[in-house]
């Protein structure tokens, strides 16, 4: 029988690979609850209009790269594309905006109908920061200081963070028909997404990446001219922050979002060991969104990291620590008791290593050679001498040194010094 292939842009994570995704989650929920951000439960699942009202239903996500499907009751449905939307729906719907500035974190899988490539697929994980009910720049900068300390933790090569201010809703829209006016007699230059994007969505074509479309912006109007006061003097306000706090960025005129609820503030950290998809991590204002979706006006900040690229961006340079294992194993199975003992013990005491218990695979050659070849460290063999002596033979199995007949206290120091 023919074996069953993954469906085409899912995700099929190596068994040796999903302990970088744990400690990249771990470790960046830890973070996030120390700046004491609460965790909020999302589901995939979700009405399809909830991201065309917030996404936006010219954008190339609502347009061309959702799943959608009827449920049997004739609902139209969406796995979600991104997770803003559902977790403001969420904030509105469970009273969360009248209760203060509310600081939530969520992480989980995406999907988008994408091409894939290295850094793209049609499942992917984001792990995202959301803020609603802060007006001021301290926002944007708590964010940044969040992302910051991951990308430093995980040492990602030549990563930078651009930034860019959209201005408010009406200078995007003022903005938005000046380029087009400018863009329409030089539509032939283009590249064929900029043409389609022309009428619905102009803004994104400052997103191209063809030479020509870049040649031809590189007279057209700027977003700067068209930013209020407001929002002008908010932005250099926020590149002042930026340089007290020591944190790098890059100004990028042309950095736009794929999303139609954004304002003011935008940013991405990009990392050129990426490749063409460089950007891993994204986000920005969108003050407008809780109002569109029914709630009251609130202001509100977000960023989603890519973890996918997070980890192609990091693993070869930062070195993740991997598990102690230790193997249990009886030469004699009538002391079956005495190896499940202090199987247990260890678990109890050395919650970090993983303990495998042989149990009635008494065969001490066969059983060391599995060890070793699952990458165990160590093994605790237990014959009758050990037991007669109430002892334990641990076998360091990198250096294949014997440490015989310790005691239980030596065997846990022994742990511990290892463990360290
Ligand atoms: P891109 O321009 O690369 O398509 P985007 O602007 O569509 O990215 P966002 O919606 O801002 O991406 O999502 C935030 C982050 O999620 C991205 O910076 C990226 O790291 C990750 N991401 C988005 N789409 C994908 C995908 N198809 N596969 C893997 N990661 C993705
Ligand atoms: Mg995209």
Request: charged fraction near 30%; hydrophobic fraction near 35%; glycine fraction near 6%.
């Amino acid at each position: 029988m023919s074996k069953f292939e993954k469906v085409r842009g899912m995700h099929n994570i190596p068994v040796e690979e999903t302990h970088y995704w744990s400690h990249v989650l771990n470790f960046s929920e830890k973070l996030m609850k120390s700046f004491s951000y609460s965790e909020i439960r999302l589901p995939i699942i979700e009405y399809t209009n909830l991201f065309e009202r917030s996404v936006g239903s010219e954008t190339d996500i609502v347009n061309k790269e959702m799943f959608t499907f009827n449920s049997k009751s004739d609902k139209s449905l969406t796995l979600r594309p991104e997770g803003t939307a559902g977790c403001m729906r969420v904030a509105i719907n469970q009273g969360l905006l009248d209760k203060g500035p509310q600081r939530l974190f969520y992480s989980g899988p995406m999907y988008r109908y994408e091409r894939p490539q290295k850094g793209r697929n049609r499942e992917f994980f984001q792990l995202s920061a959301e803020l609603f009910g802060i007006e001021s720049m301290s926002a944007e900068l708590e964010v940044f200081q969040i992302i910051e300390t991951i990308v430093k933790k995980y040492k990602i090569q030549d990563s930078r963070l651009e930034i860019n201010s959209l201005g408010s809703e009406e200078d995007q829209r003022n903005f938005s028909k000046a380029l087009q006016a400018f863009l329409k007699p030089l539509k032939s230059k283009l590249d064929k997404d900029s043409q389609n994007r022309l009428e619905k969505n102009p803004l994104r074509i400052l997103d191209s990446k063809s030479t020509e479309t870049k040649e031809v912006l590189s007279n057209a109007p700027k977003i700067a001219e068209f930013r209020s006061k407001n929002s002008t003097s908010n932005f250099n306000l926020l590149k002042n922050l930026l340089n007290d706090f020591g944190i790098e960025y890059k100004e990028n005129e042309n950095l736009v979002r794929g999303l139609d609820y954004y304002n003011d503030a935008v940013f991405e950290w990009k990392s050129d060991s990426l490749g063409s998809q460089n950007t891993f991590c994204a986000g920005g204002r969108y003050d407008s969104l809780a109002k569109k979706l029914g709630g009251r006006q609130t202001p509100a900040i977000g960023a989603s990291l890519g973890i996918d690229r997070l980890i192609i961006a990091c693993k070869d340079k930062y070195k993740f620590p991997s598990q102690k294992l230790i193997a249990v194993i009886l030469l004699d199975k009538n002391f079956l008791k005495q190896g499940n003992s202090i199987s247990e013990k260890i678990r109890l005491n050395f919650p970090d290593i993983g303990v495998r218990f042989s149990g009635l695979n008494v065969n001490l050659k066969s059983e060391l050679k599995r060890a070793i070849k699952n990458k165990f460290n160590f093994a605790i063999i237990i014959g009758r001498e050990e037991v007669e002596s109430s002892t334990y033979t641990i076998k360091d199995l990198d250096s294949e040194k014997n440490y015989e007949k310790l005691s239980e206290e030596k065997l846990f120091s022994f742990l511990n010094l290892t463990n360290e």
